[in-house]
């Protein structure tokens, strides 16, 4: 199976920035980042195939960019802008099937263990 090892969490003042790593085991054919905050559903932030077709969240679209080295099978999430209702758990996924629904937690089969964004007013 995949695994996923996140960091970049971090504690940070409302307009600041950070960057999210996620390192893969293998090659996926789809990665993309979730977020959850305490008593709220799971919801799709962004996600990049292959081809680098890449799916926003209304709620992040120009501020936040998904990339990926696949040299080093790595995915990233450059956050910018950020406000305190991105205050989250924040989740890497991967799957080994190629899909254009990447904001779709269903077809995802493997997570990360999460790391922390905190965003203070």
């Known amino acids: 199976q995949v695994q996923l090892v996140e960091s970049g969490g971090d504690t940070v003042q409302a307009g600041g920035s950070l960057r999210l790593s996620c390192a893969a085991s293998t090659y996926t054919h789809c990665m993309g980042w979730f977020r959850q905050a305490p008593g709220k559903e799971r919801e799709g932030v962004a996600g990049i195939n292959s081809d680098d077709y890449t799916s926003y969240a209304d709620s992040v679209k120009g501020r936040f960019t998904i990339s990926k080295d696949n040299a080093k099978n790595t995915l990233y999430l450059h956050m910018n802008s950020l406000k305190p209702e991105d205050t989250a758990m924040y989740y890497c996924?991967?799957?080994?099937?190629?899909?254009?629904?990447?904001?779709?937690?269903?077809?995802?089969?493997?997570w990360g263990q999460g790391t922390q964004v905190t965003v203070s007013s």
């Open positions: 996924a991967a799957d080994l099937t190629p899909t254009r629904s990447l904001l779709r937690w269903q077809l995802y089969n493997y």
